[in-house]
């Protein structure tokens, strides 16, 4: 870490970008901010549901920090104690409820890229850099967004993709990261993990993968400590 330090105070951070091997980027809050567009599909499913859940942001950023749509209704529904709680199969069928109205609102176009993103995919494909998408949120979350944001073709654009449902344990564990690790082949050393979110930090950390950290809506108070260099957006970095 400490070689790395010394290479960013010596040419800055935005050459540390460019001699990295593989970009590997989380999703939400990071590319977009999406969790408003995520907390309303959540409340909107609630309702077609006939729960008398809501969701407001207090509460969802005290649930944003269990990792996953799912995890995230099963944690609430054991807040619940005057219910039973739902089944497995009841959950999944409320996050499918989710995900479907989730993509409708996104396809709406009301939820751009975060300032910088954009820029940095296309210059790191200009010098045929390598990139990745390493998340807790499922597929079909992926393609609604960037389908909208970067054109149909987006899956073009990245290398390998590895979401919440293709590892055991989602972020802060380490396996989303591993797991890419050994589908780029490379040496932690080698990329830079793009994260908004402590979980997300922790999780690359854990690979060992350095990150750069994008300071997101709902988690701008997160300790980043850890991170190579914080930044509100990543507008902020210079990049040749």
Sequence with gaps: ??????????????????????????????????????????????????????????????????????????????????????????????????????????????????????????????????????????????DALLSVALGEDWAEWFEAIVAGDDVPAKKPAPDVYLMMLARLSLPASRCIAIEDSRNGLLAASRAGIPVLFTRSAYFRDDDCSEALLAVDELTEIGLP
């Design 1 to 142: 870490m400490s070689e790395t330090l010394a290479a960013v105070r010596a040419s800055g951070f935005g050459d540390v970008i460019a001699r990295a091997h593989a970009l590997i980027f989380d999703v939400d809050g990071t590319m977009a901010e999406t969790e408003e567009v995520h907390r309303r599909a959540f409340n909107d499913a609630f309702s077609r549901a006939r729960l008398n859940w809501y969701w407001d942001q207090a509460t969802y950023g005290q649930l944003l920090r269990v990792a996953g749509g799912k995890e995230r209704i099963r944690a609430f529904a054991m807040r619940k104690r005057t219910m039973p709680l739902l089944s497995h199969r009841e959950i999944a069928e409320l996050h499918r409820i989710k995900t479907e109205r989730y993509a409708e609102l996104i396809a709406t176009g009301g939820c751009p890229l975060r300032p910088g993103v954009e820029a940095l995919l296309r210059k790191a494909r200009r010098r045929s850099q390598r990139l990745a998408i390493a998340t807790t949120t499922s597929r079909a979350n992926i």
